[in-house]
Protein backbone atom coordinates (compact mmCIF):
# COMPACT_ATOMS: atom_id res chain seq x y z
CA UNK A 1 0.00 0.00 0.00
CA UNK A 2 2.97 2.37 -0.70
CA UNK A 3 0.22 5.11 -1.67
CA UNK A 4 -1.64 5.28 1.60
CA UNK A 5 1.29 4.15 4.21
CA UNK A 6 3.72 6.82 4.54
CA UNK A 7 6.57 7.36 7.24
CA UNK A 8 7.46 10.93 7.64
CA UNK A 9 11.17 12.15 8.70
CA UNK A 10 12.48 13.67 10.68
CA UNK A 11 10.01 13.01 13.12
CA UNK A 12 9.28 9.17 12.18
CA UNK A 13 5.52 9.30 12.07
CA UNK A 14 3.32 7.25 10.49
CA UNK A 15 1.07 8.44 8.38
CA UNK A 16 -2.57 6.27 6.89
CA UNK A 17 -4.50 8.01 4.27
CA UNK A 18 -8.05 6.38 3.16
CA UNK A 19 -8.49 4.18 5.86
CA UNK A 20 -10.52 0.98 5.48
CA UNK A 21 -11.79 -1.62 7.78
CA UNK A 22 -9.33 -4.46 6.66
CA UNK A 23 -7.05 -1.68 8.35
CA UNK A 24 -7.59 -2.65 11.97
CA UNK A 25 -4.67 -4.77 13.69
CA UNK A 26 -1.75 -4.61 15.47
CA UNK A 27 0.85 -2.50 13.44
CA UNK A 28 4.45 -2.87 13.99
CA UNK A 29 7.39 -0.75 13.97
CA UNK A 30 11.20 -1.48 13.71
CA UNK A 31 13.47 1.03 14.97
CA UNK A 32 17.24 1.34 13.78
CA UNK A 33 17.04 -1.62 11.47
CA UNK A 34 17.28 -4.37 14.14
CA UNK A 35 15.35 -7.51 13.04
CA UNK A 36 12.83 -7.71 15.96
CA UNK A 37 10.10 -4.80 16.50
CA UNK A 38 10.45 -3.12 19.36
CA UNK A 39 7.36 -1.71 19.97
CA UNK A 40 3.34 -2.69 18.97
CA UNK A 41 0.59 -0.25 18.31
CA UNK A 42 -2.76 -1.24 18.13
CA UNK A 43 -4.98 0.91 15.44
CA UNK A 44 -8.35 0.53 15.61
CA UNK A 45 -10.38 1.67 12.14
CA UNK A 46 -14.17 2.96 13.00
CA UNK A 47 -16.34 5.03 10.23
CA UNK A 48 -17.19 8.76 11.43
CA UNK A 49 -20.26 8.76 13.81
CA UNK A 50 -23.92 8.27 11.64
CA UNK A 51 -27.01 9.06 12.28
CA UNK A 52 -28.08 6.12 13.27
CA UNK A 53 -25.42 5.66 15.72
CA UNK A 54 -27.88 7.73 18.17
CA UNK A 55 -29.16 5.51 20.90
CA UNK A 56 -31.80 3.04 20.44
CA UNK A 57 -35.01 4.23 22.36
CA UNK A 58 -35.19 3.69 25.73
CA UNK A 59 -38.04 1.40 27.78
CA UNK A 60 -41.78 2.61 28.87
CA UNK A 61 -41.51 5.16 31.92
CA UNK A 62 -42.87 3.22 34.99
CA UNK A 63 -44.65 5.63 37.72
CA UNK A 64 -42.39 4.25 41.40
CA UNK A 65 -44.13 6.73 43.33
CA UNK A 66 -46.22 10.20 43.31
CA UNK A 67 -47.34 12.79 45.52
CA UNK A 68 -49.35 15.80 44.74
CA UNK A 69 -46.22 17.22 43.12
CA UNK A 70 -43.67 15.12 41.96
CA UNK A 71 -43.41 11.58 40.15
CA UNK A 72 -40.69 8.97 40.77
CA UNK A 73 -40.45 7.01 37.17
CA UNK A 74 -38.50 4.71 35.98
CA UNK A 75 -37.17 2.81 32.45
CA UNK A 76 -35.31 0.26 31.06
CA UNK A 77 -31.92 1.89 29.16
CA UNK A 78 -31.52 1.75 25.60
CA UNK A 79 -30.63 -2.10 24.27
CA UNK A 80 -27.97 -0.74 21.81
CA UNK A 81 -25.73 2.99 22.63
CA UNK A 82 -23.50 2.20 19.28
CA UNK A 83 -20.40 2.29 21.40
CA UNK A 84 -21.53 5.67 22.68
CA UNK A 85 -22.07 6.17 26.47
CA UNK A 86 -25.78 7.58 27.70
CA UNK A 87 -25.01 11.19 28.45
CA UNK A 88 -28.50 12.07 29.67
CA UNK A 89 -31.95 11.12 29.20
CA UNK A 90 -34.90 13.95 28.93
CA UNK A 91 -38.54 13.34 29.81
CA UNK A 92 -41.31 15.23 28.22
CA UNK A 93 -44.21 15.97 30.53
CA UNK A 94 -47.95 15.86 29.07
CA UNK A 95 -50.46 17.43 31.41
CA UNK A 96 -53.72 15.91 30.05
CA UNK A 97 -55.52 13.19 28.18
CA UNK A 98 -56.30 15.27 25.62
CA UNK A 99 -53.21 17.73 25.20
CA UNK A 100 -50.39 17.20 22.15
CA UNK A 101 -46.89 15.65 22.59
CA UNK A 102 -45.84 19.02 21.26
CA UNK A 103 -47.02 20.88 24.18
CA UNK A 104 -45.25 18.95 26.38
CA UNK A 105 -42.74 20.08 28.64
CA UNK A 106 -38.89 18.39 28.77
CA UNK A 107 -37.29 18.07 31.45
CA UNK A 108 -33.20 17.13 31.29
CA UNK A 109 -32.27 14.67 33.52
CA UNK A 110 -28.67 16.06 33.66
CA UNK A 111 -27.60 12.13 34.47
CA UNK A 112 -27.69 8.84 32.72
CA UNK A 113 -29.43 7.20 35.70
CA UNK A 114 -32.70 5.55 34.62
CA UNK A 115 -34.30 6.41 37.66
CA UNK A 116 -35.67 10.19 38.01
CA UNK A 117 -38.32 12.86 40.12
CA UNK A 118 -40.11 15.30 38.22
CA UNK A 119 -41.42 17.92 40.46
CA UNK A 120 -43.04 20.89 40.06
CA UNK A 121 -46.47 19.29 38.87
CA UNK A 122 -49.56 20.24 39.96
CA UNK A 123 -52.38 18.42 42.33
CA UNK A 124 -54.97 16.13 41.02
CA UNK A 125 -53.85 16.68 37.11
CA UNK A 126 -53.78 13.85 34.78
CA UNK A 127 -49.73 13.31 33.44
CA UNK A 128 -48.18 10.82 31.24
CA UNK A 129 -44.67 10.76 30.09
CA UNK A 130 -42.18 9.69 27.77
CA UNK A 131 -38.23 9.44 27.83
CA UNK A 132 -35.03 9.96 25.31
CA UNK A 133 -31.67 8.98 25.89
CA UNK A 134 -28.47 11.49 24.62
CA UNK A 135 -25.24 9.85 23.93
CA UNK A 136 -22.00 11.88 21.85
CA UNK A 137 -23.99 11.41 18.60
CA UNK A 138 -27.18 12.87 19.39
CA UNK A 139 -30.94 11.87 21.25
CA UNK A 140 -32.62 8.74 20.31
CA UNK A 141 -36.35 8.18 19.49
CA UNK A 142 -38.97 9.03 22.38
CA UNK A 143 -39.90 5.92 24.40
CA UNK A 144 -43.47 4.81 24.16
CA UNK A 145 -45.56 6.85 26.76
CA UNK A 146 -46.56 5.79 30.14
CA UNK A 147 -49.65 5.06 31.58
CA UNK A 148 -51.51 7.88 32.76
CA UNK A 149 -51.48 8.91 36.03
CA UNK A 150 -53.51 11.35 38.64
CA UNK A 151 -51.34 12.57 40.90
CA UNK A 152 -52.70 13.31 44.50
CA UNK A 153 -55.39 15.64 45.94
CA UNK A 154 -53.98 18.42 48.19
CA UNK A 155 -55.52 20.08 51.26
CA UNK A 156 -56.82 23.70 49.93
CA UNK A 157 -54.05 26.83 51.39
CA UNK A 158 -56.84 29.06 52.30
CA UNK A 159 -60.45 29.60 52.47
CA UNK A 160 -62.44 29.11 48.81
Not at 83 to 94: A, L, P, T
Not at 97 to 106: A, F, G, K, R, V
Not at 131 to 144: D, P
Request: with cysteine; proline share 8%; hydrophobic share 30%.
Amino acid sequence: HPNRIRLESPSYSLYISGLETGDTGTWYCRVDGRNKPISAYHLKVTDLPKEEDVPSTPGKPLVMSFSSRTVKLSWAPPLNTHSSQIQEYVIRVRNGEDTDWTDSEPVATDSNSTVYSVMGLKPFNVYSFRVSAFNGVGQSRESEESYYMITLREVPSGKP
